[in-house]
């Protein structure tokens, strides 16, 4: 599942940074959107990821200790 996540992520931050070349300094409103629920997107999905890997981290400097 988590790389499912990973690639949704990617896509999603591809989409974004592509979209910046046409926001001409955030004045046209559909590709300012784009890059903001891209980004938006791209950060969910990689703190799903990262969630799951710092419990386990966390878990095992508890249980080590």
Known sequence: ?????????????VIATSALKSVEG???????????VGYGVAFYFLSL???GVLVINIFSETVSH
């Open 49 to 51: 990821i990262l969630a």
């Open 26 to 36: 955030f004045t046209r409103l559909w590709p300012s959107v784009l890059v903001v």
């Open 1 to 13: 599942m988590k790389y499912i996540f990973l690639i949704i992520a990617v896509i999603a931050e």
